[in-house]
C-alpha cells in the first residue's frame, strides 16, 4: 500500500475567537496620548527593524503591538486568516524587557526584540499546547521548549502560537491543510479559498501576512517547505539532529524537526542560527555543536552560486505545467548566475514510501505516550486520543476520521523487527543510497526540485488534492532542504527546493541566498477570495 499523499503534506473557528477573547484582557494597550510608530510592519525584515530600533524610530514595544493590531484586523477581521490560535499575554511585557535591555546597550543579537510566532505543537509558557486537537485544549506546559529557550535567549519575543493541521496531519487520510478542531480552517492569504498546504499552515499564512517577523514550523515530510512554498516564503528544513526535539508534540524521533520560516533568506537564516544547538534532552542533537553553527549569516553570499553544480531532479516535475514554467526559468536564472545545471536522478525516488510509513506509525505511537506522560493531560496514551476524538466527533471529526491513529495504534513497540526494518530501509534508500549516491555521481552540491505545486482549493469532503513535490528524499532521510520563492502560476506563489546531504545547511543557504538575489520572485499576498473564472 502507497501512502504518497499522506506523506507529502504531513509535518510534524469559534474556538480560536473564544481563545482570543480569553486572553485580550491580559494585554496592556498603548496610553491615548502615546504617538502611533511610522515604522510599517508589513513586508518589514529584520536587519530593517534592528535598524529602526537602533535609530530609535521604533522599539519592540510597538512592533509587537503593531502585529497585534494586524492581527487583529487581518487574522480575527478582514480576511479572516485564522492564521494565529493563540497570543501571549506576556508578549507587550517581554518587548518591554528587550527596549530596557537596548537602552542600556545590551543587545542579544540579530532577534532582539524581534516578534516570533510559533506553531502550536510547541511548548512555550505561558500557553496552551495542543497540536490542534481539543483533546488538549487545557495542556499548559510548565517549561519552554527547548529551542523556545533559545529564542528567548536570543532576544526574542514569543508573540504567540499558529494554527496547524490538527496533530501535524498525522490523523487522518482525508485530512485537509490547515483545519484543526480547536483552531478551524487556516486560510491562505493568496487566495482565500485556496490551501496554506500543511502541517505548519497557521505559520506560513501568518508570516506571509506580515503577522510577525519571521516565525516556527515543524517538518516530518513537508510540513515547512510545503506551506513555505504555497505562502512565497522561504523555509529551511534542517538536518535531524541540528534542532532540539524537546518540548515538541512528536510524530518520529527519525523525521522530526523544528525549522524557520521567513520571508527572506537572511530571515531565515538568522532564525536558524537562534534555535540551533545541541540538547541533552535530545540525544540526536549531540552532535549540533560541532557540525552546524551557531551563526549561518557568513553563509549569505551574493554570488553564492558562482562555481556550484545543482542538478534537477526532473522526474519531481511534469506533474503541472505551471510549475515546470517556473522551474525552467529558476534554472536559467542559476545559469545566469554562475551555477553550472545537470539533470539529476535519485534511482531510489518512491522506493522508501511504504517503509517511512510504517516507521512514522511505529514512531508516533511509542513518541505521543512519551510527550504526554510529561503533561498535566487525563490523556496518557494515543489510545485515549483515539476514545476522546470519537467521543467528540462532532467537533474533532466532523470532516474526515482517525484512521491513521487506528494503524498507529495498531503497531507495537520499537524493538519489533518490521520496525527496524522499515526504518533502516527508508533511511538507506532516502539516504546514501538516494541523495548521496545522485550528488556523487556527478560530484554536486545539490539537487533542485519544484517544493510543490500551487495551492489547491480547500476541500473538507474530499481532503487535499495534492499534485506533486520534491521535498520527500531530504525528509526522509533527515537531511536538510530550503525552498525559495520562484514564481507563481496564476498568482499562487511556487518555489524551488534545494536538497543536500547531512549538516549542509551553510552550502544550501549560499544558493539559496544567491538564487533570491537574482530571482526576486516573492511578491506580497493581495487576499483574493478566489480564482475568476475565465470567460
Known sequence: ????????????????????????????????????????????????????????????????????????????????????IEINPDALSEADQRDAERRQQHVRGPLHGIAVLLKDNIDATPMINSAGSLALADNRPADDAFVVARLREAGAVILGKTNLSEWANFRSTHSSSGWSGRGGQTRNPYVLDRSPCGSSAGTGSAIAASLASVGVGTETDGSVICPS?????????????????????????????????????????????????????????????????????AHLKPDGLRGARIGVLRKS?????????????????????????????????????????????????????????????????????????????????????????????????????????????????????????????????????????????????????????GYGAAAVAGYPSVTVPAGNVHGLPVGVVFLGPAWSEGRLIELAYGYEQVSHARKPPQYVPTLPVPL
Open 1 to 84: 500500500m502507497r501512502y504518497s499523499r499522506i506523506l507529502a503534506c504531513l509535518g510534524l473557528l469559534a474556538g480560536l475567537a473564544a481563545c482570543r477573547q480569553s486572553q485580550a484582557p491580559s494585554l496592556p494597550t498603548p496610553a491615548a496620548d502615546e504617538p502611533a510608530p511610522t515604522f510599517s510592519v508589513v513586508e518589514a525584515d529584520i536587519a530593517s527593524i534592528q535598524q529602526a530600533m537602533h535609530d530609535g524610530a521604533l522599539s519592540s514595544r510597538e512592533l509587537v503591538q503593531a502585529y497585534l493590531d494586524r492581527i487583529a484586523a487581518i487574522d480575527d477581521a478582514g480576511p479572516h486568516l485564522s492564521a494565529v
Open 229 to 297: 512554498a504555497v505562502a512565497g516564503l522561504v523555509g529551511i528544513k534542517p538536518t535531524v539532529g541540528l534542532v532540539s526535539r524537546d518540548g515538541i508534540i512528536p510524530i518520529s524521533a527519525s523525521q522530526d524537526t523544528a525549522g524557520p520560516m521567513a520571508r527572506t533568506v537572511a530571515d531565515a537564516t538568522a532564525l536558524l542560527g537562534a534555535m540551533a544547538g545541541s540538547d541533552a534532552a535530545d540525544p540526536a542533537t549531540a552532535a549540533a555543536d560541532q557540525r552546524g553553527a551557531r551563526d549561518y549569516r
Open 317 to 469: 516535475m511534469g506533474f503541472h505545467p505551471g510549475v515546470d514554467a517556473v522551474i525552467e526559468q529558476a534554472i536559467a536564472q542559476l545559469r545566469a548566475a554562475g551555477a553550472e545545471v545537470v539533470d539529476a536522478t535519485i534511482t531510489t525516488q518512491g522506493k522508501w514510501d511504504d517503509s517511512e510509513f510504517e516507521v512514522l506509525l511505529y514512531e508516533f505511537k511509542d513518541g505521543m505516550a512519551q510527550y504526554l506522560a510529561g503533561t498535566n493531560s487525563p490523556h496518557k496514551t494515543l489510545a485515549d486520543l483515539i476514545a476522546f476524538n470519537t467521543a467528540h466527533a462532532d467537533t474533532e471529526m466532523p470532516w474526515f476520521g482517525q484512521e491513521i491513529f487506528i494503524m498507529a495504534e495498531g503497531k507495537g513497540p520499537l524493538s519489533d523487527a518490521a520496525y527496524l526494518k522499515a526504518r533502516d530501509d527508508a533511511r538507506r534508500l532516502a539516504g546514501p543510497e538516494g541523495i548521496d549516491a545522485a550528488l556523487a555521481a556527478q560530484n554536486l552540491d545539490a539537487l533542485l526540485a519544484p517544493a510543490t505545486g500551487p495551492a489547491w482549493p480547500v476541500d473538507w469532503v474530499n481532503g487535499d488534492h495534492f499534485l506533486g513535490a
